[in-house]
């Protein structure tokens, strides 16, 4: 079985990378979401300022719940996509274990195969010095 590992790993470096982006991308969800309420707080507090500058503001505002929302979309695409990978890696050492199993289960028969036909020959040999 360790022969095989070496080629899960790949997949295993992958769904790593993965959580990766996926924790890196919730730390940038959370701090967009802080600014966000910042931004809010800041409109909130502000009594005189221009129709201009509010509606700047506001697309600033709009932009960055935008950005959380795209970031909430990546980071429930990512947990899909990683749960679908260890599901695919499940499978694939299911699939690795049963080949093993077959492989040493043939190796089994092939050492007993050569072992009768040792077993043939010798006799053949002893029968044919018999016969001289």
């Known amino acids: 079985m360790s022969q095989f590992q070496g080629e899960l790993t790949p997949r295993e470096q992958q769904l790593l990378k993965i959580r990766r982006d996926s924790d ?12 966000l309420q910042q931004t809010k707080d800041m409109m909130e507090k502000k009594t005189d300022t221009g129709s201009g500058s509010l509606d700047l503001q506001e697309n ?30 499940k499978t694939v050492r299911g699939e690795l274990v049963g080949t093993l199993d077959h492989l040493q289960e043939l190796r ?13 020959k010798a006799a ?9």
Do not use: F, I, P, W
Request: no cysteine; charged share 40%.
């Open 24 to 35: 890196t991308k919730a730390a940038e969800l959370a701090k967009m979401e802080k600014m």
């Open 60 to 89: 600033m505002v709009e932009d960055l719940e935008e950005k959380v929302r795209s970031s909430r979309r990546y980071r429930r695409s990512s947990l899909h996509h990683t749960q679908m990978l260890e599901s695919q890696m």
């Open 108 to 120: 089994n028969v092939l050492r007993r195969s050569q072992q009768k036909a040792e077993e043939r």
């Open 124 to 132: 053949m040999e002893k029968l044919a010095a018999g016969l001289r």
